[in-house]
C-alpha cells in the first residue's frame, strides 16, 4: 500500500490527505454534537462554518487560481440563497422528504448562480484589476436590492411574484388563495422559512467543492487558468482562448457559491438581503487571502477558524472585535513572514521530490 502511494503524483496524495482531513475532522464534530458536548451556540455555527469553507474554496479558484479579483461573490451566494428557499417552500407539499427538497434547493440555487455568473461574467471578465473588483462590487450591491423588491408567495395556482420598486406594494398585492404562503415579503425577507438544512448536507457540499475545484486546478483546464494568471500576453500567444478559460473558471465558483447560499439560507428561519452585503464579500475574501491564495486547505482551515473565533472571544464582550482584529492582523504578519515561508516551502519540496 505504502508503495503505491509513493508512486502517486505529489498533488494526488496532497487531495487525499485533505479529503480524509475534512472527513475526520466532520466524524470528530458530528461525535461532540451526537454527545451533546458543544454549547448551543457552537453547534448552531456548524452548517454556517461549512457554508464559508465552501465559499472560500470557490473564491480562491477566481482570485488565487484564476487571479482576478471579484468582491460580488456575496451576490451570488444570495441568489442561491433565495432560489433555493422558493424551490424549497414550493415544493414543501409535493416533497414531504425534507433531505429530497434540500438536495433540489441546493442544485436549483447552483443553477440559478451559475446562469447569474454566465450573464454578468460574460461582459465584465473583459476587465482586470481594480476595474474588475469594482464592477463585481457594484454587482453584489445590485442583487441585494433586487431581492429587497422581490414579494414571492404560493399557493395552489402556483408560483406568484412582483417587484416592489414603487415601494406600495404588500403581499395581499400577489392575490393568494386560502392556504396561499407568502416566502419572500421584499425588505423583510425570507421569513417563516422550514429549516431543513443538515451538517451531514454541509459536509458533502464541501467534499464536492473540493472535488470540482481540485480536479479543475490540476486538470489540463486548470493549468491553462494558471498559465493565465501568470502571463496573459504568453498564454494567448500559444493560442489559448482566454474568454473561455476566465468564464470557465468564474462561472463554477459562482455555482457552487450559489449552492452553498442555499445550504445557508435553510438554516435560518429568517433571512433578509442585507447579510449578503459587501461585507460578507470582504469576510469570504479574507477566508481566501490568509489561507493564502491558491491555496485550498488553507481556505478551509482559515473560514472554519474567523468563524468561530468572534463566538470564543464573546467572553471579552465589548472588546471582542477589537481582539479579534488584533488576531487577524498579526495571523497576517505571521504568514507573511519570509522566514516562515521558507520553513513551510521546504515541506512542498519534499514532497515533490518523493512524487518524482
Not at 15 to 30: A, E, P, S, W
Not at 32 to 60: D, E, F, H
Not at 164 to 176: F, I, M
Amino acid at each position: 500500500m505504502s508503495a503505491k502511494l509513493k508512486r502517486m503524483k505529489s498533488h494526488t496524495r496532497v487531495n487525499l490527505l485533505t479529503y480524509l482531513g475534512v472527513t475526520v475532522l466532520f466524524v470528530v464534530m458530528f461525535y461532540l454534537q451526537s454527545a451533546g458536548m458543544l454549547k448551543r451556540s457552537m453547534a448552531g455555527m456548524l452548517i454556517p462554518i461549512c457554508c464559508y469553507m465552501s465559499m472560500a474554496v470557490s473564491l480562491n479558484l477566481t482570485v488565487g487560481i484564476l487571479g482576478e479579483l471579484s468582491l460580488g461573490h456575496a451576490g451570488f451566494m444570495s441568489v442561491g440563497a433565495f432560489s433555493g428557499i422558493i424551490a424549497a417552500s414550493c415544493l414543501q407539499t409535493a416533497i414531504p422528504a425534507a433531505g429530497l427538497r434540500l438536495v433540489i434547493a441546493m442544485v436549483v440555487g447552483a443553477l440559478f448562480a451559475t446562469i447569474t455568473g454566465f450573464v454578468v461574467g460574460t461582459p465584465v471578465l473583459r476587465l482586470r484589476g481594480d476595474y474588475l473588483a469594482i464592477v463585481t462590487l457594484a454587482f453584489g450591491e445590485i442583487i441585494k436590492e433586487l431581492i429587497n423588491c422581490l414579494i414571492v408567495g404560493t399557493d395552489e395556482k402556483g408560483l406568484h411574484m412582483i417587484f416592489n420598486v414603487s415601494g406600495a406594494k404588500t403581499v395581499e398585492d400577489l392575490h393568494l388563495k386560502d392556504g396561499g404562503v407568502a416566502i419572500i415579503k421584499g425588505a423583510q425577507g425570507a421569513v417563516g422559512t422550514q429549516t431543513i438544512a443538515t451538517f451531514f448536507a454541509g459536509y458533502v457540499l464541501v467534499m464536492i467543492t473540493l472535488l470540482i475545484v481540485l480536479n479543475l486546478k490540476h486538470s489540463r483546464a486548470g493549468r491553462a487558468i494558471m498559465a493565465l494568471r501568470d502571463n496573459r500576453i504568453a498564454t494567448e500567444s500559444i493560442g489559448i482562448n482566454v474568454t473561455k478559460y476566465k468564464l470557465m473558471a468564474f462561472v463554477t465558483s459562482a455555482a457552487l457559491a450559489g449552492a452553498a447560499g442555499a445550504l445557508y439560507g435553510l438554516n435560518f428561519s429568517s433571512l433578509q438581503a442585507t447579510k449578503f452585503n459587501f461585507n460578507t464579500s470582504i469576510l469570504i475574501l479574507v477566508f481566501v487571502v490568509l489561507g493564502g491564495l491558491g491555496n485550498v486547505w488553507g481556505s478551509l482551515v482559515a473560514a472554519a477558524a474567523l468563524t468561530i473565533l468572534p463566538e470564543a472571544l464573546r467572553e471579552f464582550s465589548d472588546y471582542r472585535m477589537l481582539v479579534y482584529a488584533i488576531v487577524l492582523i498579526l495571523v497576517m504578519l505571521a504568514t507573511n513572514n519570509p522566514k516562515l515561508k521558507v520553513f513551510f516551502s521546504r515541506f512542498g519540496k519534499k514532497s515533490e521530490k518523493e512524487g518524482n
